[in-house]
């Protein structure tokens, strides 16, 4: 291996002692940029430092990420933490222990190729000298560089990787509060933002008397359109809040909001059409969607001795800090961002905002720990939302009903909107200090890092010709940004949907028109697993009420590959009653870790085909609560069988967004059967069931 080879989180930090430390005895201090989300990845990656450095996985610590201690790896995003993060991580260990291996040679005076070692202890022919890692890591220079040419262990010698090990961070949670949610410490002022009602509404006036009259022990803290409550009673902070419009008027000021420019539209194109013989052309699309963690955002800032730390769940504490320090004048040398882990959060939810509103006040009360918690309608109604999305196919068939050609025109709100962005700050307090800061051009991701509105807009199948167009549309003021799986989840709902349609139209089994445009032996296999496990197609007529549907992606097109299979029910509404899986995620790091990930995605997939969705009036978002937002229940759960297809030797892919858009297209797709009637738009809810059958 060649520096050429290197990960990127090793080009960007390369010291070697950015990335572990051997100071407390007997234990080994291993620090990454990536952040442990809920998805199990402070496991997995323990698990990768303890395999090379031969540890017991006992030993191992994994600190929090830290902007001042540990390196900078970007954004925790995309499903790459064991891609990047691992295989950089790997290689660090891997030369770590290579280096203790040569200070101890150097001490016994023999070669390194004649010593070994076993949790810590230096061995020479199988014995064990008086060295351990700990005594030698005084000997190694930590500055030096890793360079990804020390041999990695082999894997027929894994005894900890492909384990499924419990969780190294459940204590924390279950035992000691480990939530960012549930940090109070001595010297805390509990905080509320009173948010713009609408983006980038004006403050016009507050009725100071009656605040002052009600809530006596409250100070406020306004800038421009920023206000802020404060008060050591953390209830009376949020009564206050819920009072705000007994005494904060606000007022729209016309052509204020203005819509970014965007990139031109992407377009690709590959071969030719031969003759067609059947046209289609469908739309499919999803609304808006929040994030909905189920514990609100929250942090904690504290500004002393002109440093600002700032104690965030957000998923790119890196970037965070530079937009904080340049929205509020600090240079970067005074801002310290530290990870604390939420309770919930795939994707740009409020964690960011939450994180500078804090910065913000702590500001203005040095010496005092702020801790801002955000209410579920703040959650629900004011942190960025999941694109609303539409994608057109027009596709042909010939004479013997294979794909002539493949047209896609996809339209999608921001999925790309996170802070620093695109050369934005893009975060809401940022705006109601200056409207100025109101992003002005907005791109969508790069192909390189999977896309944003493009993500599965190509399809997987072997077509003779393709066009695949994606365009970015800023009119709405609706605030976009990330959310799990992206423009994958809308895209494969379209594509797998459009399959099963093109099937019918060439009088074609779903599952055999698709493995006759499939030449990919890894996504044949999960397709025919998921099948295989599920006796598809089963033995349900289609308009019955009850029926099967099936799926199948390959995340970015270049992730993990899964194949669902849905059956559902129908009636007044739609129960999925169960859900076959078959996966392929190339080596699993820890199974029972990529079964939780698949699984969780899936239940959350399950929820946004069924019930979630957002419809702006007016380019404004109601105050929502669950009442007005469900979300799928315990009681509502499918049953769900998972199988993966494991390759020892295939490199590991990341799990966490590869179930979003087969779940929701195979639930479509079982849906239509079940009905004998399409849906096309998402969530399936009540009103389009209706409709559909009206239709009929």
Aim: proline share 6%; net charge negative; aromatic share 6%.
């Amino acid at each position: 291996m060649t520096t050429n080879a290197l990960p990127k989180s090793l080009l960007d930090n390369q010291a070697l002692g950015r990335w572990v430390s051997f100071a407390e005895p007997g234990r080994a201090l291993i620090r990454s940029g990536k952040v442990e989300l809920g998805q199990g990845i402070a496991t997995a990656l323990a698990q990768i430092a303890a395999e090379e450095l031969e540890l017991d996985l006992g030993r191992i610590d994994l600190a929090a990420a830290d902007t001042d201690l540990g390196p900078d790896e970007g954004l925790t995003a995309g499903s790459q933490s064991v891609e990047i993060s691992g295989a950089a991580l790997r290689l660090a260990m891997a030369q770590a222990r290579d280096a203790l291996l040569r200070a101890a040679a150097h001490r016994l005076g023999c070669d390194p190729k004649d010593l070994a070692c076993r949790d810590g202890t230096i061995l020479a022919g199988n014995a064990a000298t008086s060295l351990d890692f700990w005594q030698l890591a005084a000997d190694i220079d930590w500055q030096q560089p890793v360079t990804g040419t020390v041999p990695v262990r082999l894997r027929q010698h894994y005894a900890l990787v492909g384990q499924s090990v419990p969780r190294i961070d459940l204590a924390a949670r279950i035992l000691n509060g480990g939530f960012i949610q549930d940090l109070l410490p001595p010297d805390v002022l509990h905080a509320r933002i009173l948010r713009q009602p609408f983006r980038l509404a004006r403050l016009k006036e507050i009725d100071t008397a009656w605040l002052t009259r009600r809530y006596p022990d409250l100070t406020f803290l306004r800038q421009a359109d920023f206000l802020a409550l404060t008060g050591d009673d953390e209830y009376r902070v949020h009564a206050a809040q819920l009072d705000a419009d007994k005494f904060v008027t606000w007022e729209e000021v016309p052509d204020l909001w203005q819509p970014a420019t965007v990139a031109p539209a992407k377009q690709t194109t590959l071969g030719s059409t031969p003759p067609v013989a059947k046209t289609f052309t469908a739309c499919y699309s999803r609304a808006y969607i929040a994030h909905a963690s189920i514990g609100p955002s929250c942090a904690l800032a504290k500004y002393a001795d002109g440093h600002l730390i700032i104690r965030s769940h957000s998923q790119g504490i890196f970037p965070l800090k530079g937009q904080i320090g340049k929205i509020l004048g600090l240079a970067p040398d005074r801002v310290r961002v530290i990870h604390v882990p939420g309770a919930g959060c795939y994707g740009h939810n409020g964690a960011d905002d939450a994180a500078l509103d804090a910065a913000i006040v702590a500001l203005r009360h040095p010496g005092r720990t702020i801790r801002v918690q955000w209410s579920r309608t703040d959650e629900l109604s004011r942190a960025p939302l999941g694109a609303a999305m539409s994608a057109r196919i027009d596709a042909g068939l010939d004479a013997e009903g294979r794909i002539t050609h493949w047209r896609t025109n996809v339209i999608s709100a921001p999925h790309a909107q996170r802070p620093g962005f695109g050369g934005e700050v893009n975060l809401t307090s940022a705006e109601a200090l200056d409207p100025g800061r109101l992003p002005k051009a907005i791109d969508d991701l790069p192909e390189i890092a999977g896309g944003g509105a493009s993500r599965n807009a190509t399809p997987i199948y072997d077509l003779p010709h393709r066009e695949i167009n994606v365009a970015l549309d800023t009119s709405s003021p609706i605030r976009t940004s990330s959310l799990r799986s992206l423009g994958a989840h809308l895209n494969v709902f379209a594509i797998e949907s459009a399959m099963d349609e093109l099937a019918a139209l060439a009088g074609a089994d779903p599952l055999d028109f698709r493995l006759a445009h499939l030449t990919d032996p890894r996504c044949r296999a999960v397709l025919q697993g998921a099948a295989d496990m599920s006796c598809w197609p089963g033995g349900h007529e289609i308009g019955t009420g009850r029926g099967m549907g099936l799926a199948v992606a390959r995340y970015k097109n270049k992730g993990a590959w899964l194949a669902a299979v849905a059956e559902v029910t129908v009636d007044e509404m739609v129960r999925v009653e169960k859900l076959w899986l078959c996966v392929d995620a190339g080596l699993l790091i820890n199974p029972a870790g990529a079964r939780n990930q698949i699984e969780g995605g899936t239940v959350q997939a399950v929820s946004w085909a069924l019930k979630e969705g957002i419809q702006p009036e007016d380019g404004r978002v109601a105050a929502l609560t669950w009442e007005d937002y469900p979300i799928l229940k315990f009681s509502e759960v499918p049953q769900i069988e998972t199988r993966f297809i494991i390759d020892p030797a295939a490199s590991p892919l990341g799990t966490g967004e590869a179930s979003q858009g087969p779940v929701t297209a195979a639930i479509g797709n079982a849906v239509a059967r079940a009905l004998g009637q399409r849906i096309r738009d998402l969530p399936l809810i009540r009103d389009r069931l209706v409709a559909a059958l009206d239709a009929l």
